[in-house]
């Protein structure tokens, strides 16, 4: 069965500081890896994903995510976190061929100034 | 150009009744799938519509239903509604490129079961 995830609940940086949103999962096949940020009564925003090729992905607002076949892990980090980075972001996985998409529970990133 | 677009923004229901909540996919997207989040959780994959079919169904009882429209956009209903079923549903749309398409997701509709 796929999952999910996300050891941490909460992650507190300082701005300026490089940050690190840690995620792994668990599939049957080969799979797709997303993150997502969501803000306070709002929908999920898309960051970045990986499909094949490069381990390192680049994706919005200077994120990137690196990801580890044989750790099975898609961590996302940034390298100088801004108190506008404050939110909930969520790891996410989709088996190559299937349509669901499963998520983790989330992990609350908290950037103090 | 609009993106996803979900009414309505909240909603309150007593325990049995029925909801139908809607969702109009971003411009050029042909696949709609709805998830439900509770209350401090991840999203739960519901189910998938493409071609105006259900393409995968994750587990929600069969209380749960849905349609997509020929103009792609969907319903989702929900009967005999529960306690447990309050929760934040989202909207996410795609264009089917064979599954590693993105998902954007509409902001919501809150659902609280009474």
């Known amino acids: 069965a796929q999952s999910v995830a996300q050891p941490e609940d909460q992650v507190n940086v300082a701005e300026g500081n490089p940050l690190t949103v840690k995620c792994t999962y668990s599939v049957s096949g080969n799979p797709y890896l997303f993150w997502y940020v969501q803000y306070p009564n709002r929908g999920l925003q898309f960051l970045l994903k990986?499909?094949?090729?490069?381990?390192l992905v680049k994706g919005s607002y200077g994120f990137e995510a690196e990801f580890n076949k044989s750790q099975t892990s898609f961590h996302l980090k940034k390298p100088s976190a801004l108190v506008s980075d404050s939110a909930l972001y969520f790891c996410?996985?989709?088996?190559?061929?299937?349509?669901?998409?499963?998520f983790g529970a989330g992990t609350r990133l908290f950037v103090k100034a | 150009d609009a993106g996803v677009t979900q009414s309505p923004t909240h909603l309150i229901k007593t325990r049995g009744q029925q909801v139908t909540l809607r969702c109009s996919p971003k411009s050029g997207h042909d696949t709609v799938s709805w998830y439900q989040q509770a209350l401090g959780q991840g999203p739960q994959f519901i189910f998938q519509y493409y071609e105006e079919e259900e393409r995968q169904r994750g587990n929600f009882p069969d209380r749960f239903s849905g349609h997509q429209f020929p103009n792609y956009s969907s319903e989702l209903n929900v009967n005999a509604l529960l306690l447990g079923d309050s929760a934040l549903y989202l909207c996410?749309?795609?264009?089917?490129?064979?599954?590693?398409?993105?998902?954007?997701f509409g902001p919501g509709t809150r659902l609280t079961v009474l």
């Open positions: 996410a996985v989709r088996i190559t061929g299937g349509f669901k998409t499963i």
């Open positions: 996410a749309s795609s264009l089917s490129q064979g599954g590693g398409d993105t998902q954007y």
């Open positions: 990986y499909i094949t090729g490069d381990n």
